[in-house]
Structure formats: C-alpha cells, structure tokens
C-alpha cells in the first residue's frame, strides 16, 4: 500500500446536519484518508479539531462501529454517562446498536488531531439523543428527519 499523501486528499468540513444544527460543528477539518486508500469496508477520517470545535452532535449508531484514535492534543469524550479527558494515545469504541450518545469535543487551547473509524454500512440509522434530529441512510440515500419521522426540508 502506498503512502496516502495528506495534502493532495480534500478536505471536509463537517458541516452536514439540516438548519438548525448545522453550525454546530463548525472548525471541524476532515480528510478521508480511507477513501484515498481505496478502502470500502470501513472509513478512516483523519480530523482535525482546532479549539472550540466538535466532531459532531452527541449521537450513536444502529449498524455501525466506530472508534476514535487521539494522535495529539487533548479532547473531551462527551457520553451518557458523563465526560471523559482523552490525551495523545488514547483510544474510544463504541459499539453498533448500543444507545450510548458520544461527541468528541476540543475544550483546550491548541488543535488536536484524531483518527475515526467507523464501518460502513449502506443501511443506517444514526439518533441524536440531546436535539431533535434522526438521520437514516438506505442505499444511496441520506434523509434528515424529526423524531417523529418530519423530514427536514
């Protein structure tokens, strides 16, 4: 496998939710470094967070994975149970399936710099536990909708 040469993949800014969520990730910088690599049975971002940003709402997934990977700097993982520090090497996995609401935040005052990883799974549904908000993905397909199933326009 070649070396993936960082300043020629895109970046992303994740800035994806419907109005009125959609600054609330703002700072964030991505780039999909799994995509890159041709990867398609899991994706890899490699994110950086400048200070005051987020990788997204709290939020837990039906049929996908994910861990996080802490390669410098310092963050707060935000979760059901409260609020954990996670420092250059430290890692965090969450589970398909389990109803446990997670968001990566940076509250320090230097940049930090993580890896996601998540499966990927055509079928999807993602909740949202602290704000009205439900994503579901089947197929090709994304559609931002209200608890109770409202699309948002």
């Not at 994806?16 to 600054?23: G, I, K, L, Q």
């Not at 520090?85 to 890692?91: E, F, I, K």
Request: glycine share 12%; hydrophobic share 35%; net charge negative.
């Amino acid at each position: 496998m070649p070396k993936i040469d960082l300043a020629a993949v895109p970046v992303i800014r994740r800035l994806v939710y419907p109005e009125p969520f959609y600054a609330e990730t703002e700072g964030y910088e991505g780039r999909r470094v799994g995509d890159a690599a041709g990867l398609t049975q899991f994706g890899v971002n490699r994110a950086v967070l400048p200070p005051g940003a987020r990788t997204a709402l709290r939020h837990w997934h039906e049929a996908e994975d994910e861990l996080i990977i802490v390669l410098s700097g310092e963050v707060v993982l935000r979760e059901e149970d409260g609020e954990t520090v996670l420092r250059a090497g430290d890692c965090a996995g969450f589970k398909a399936g389990v109803a446990n609401g997670h968001a990566i935040e940076n509250r320090g005052d230097e940049p930090a710099i993580l890896f996601e990883i998540g499966t990927r799974s055509p079928d999807e549904t993602a909740h949202y536990p602290d704000v009205d908000l439900r994503l579901e993905r089947r197929g090709g397909s994304r559609r931002w909708l209200q608890k109770d199933g409202t699309p948002y326009e």
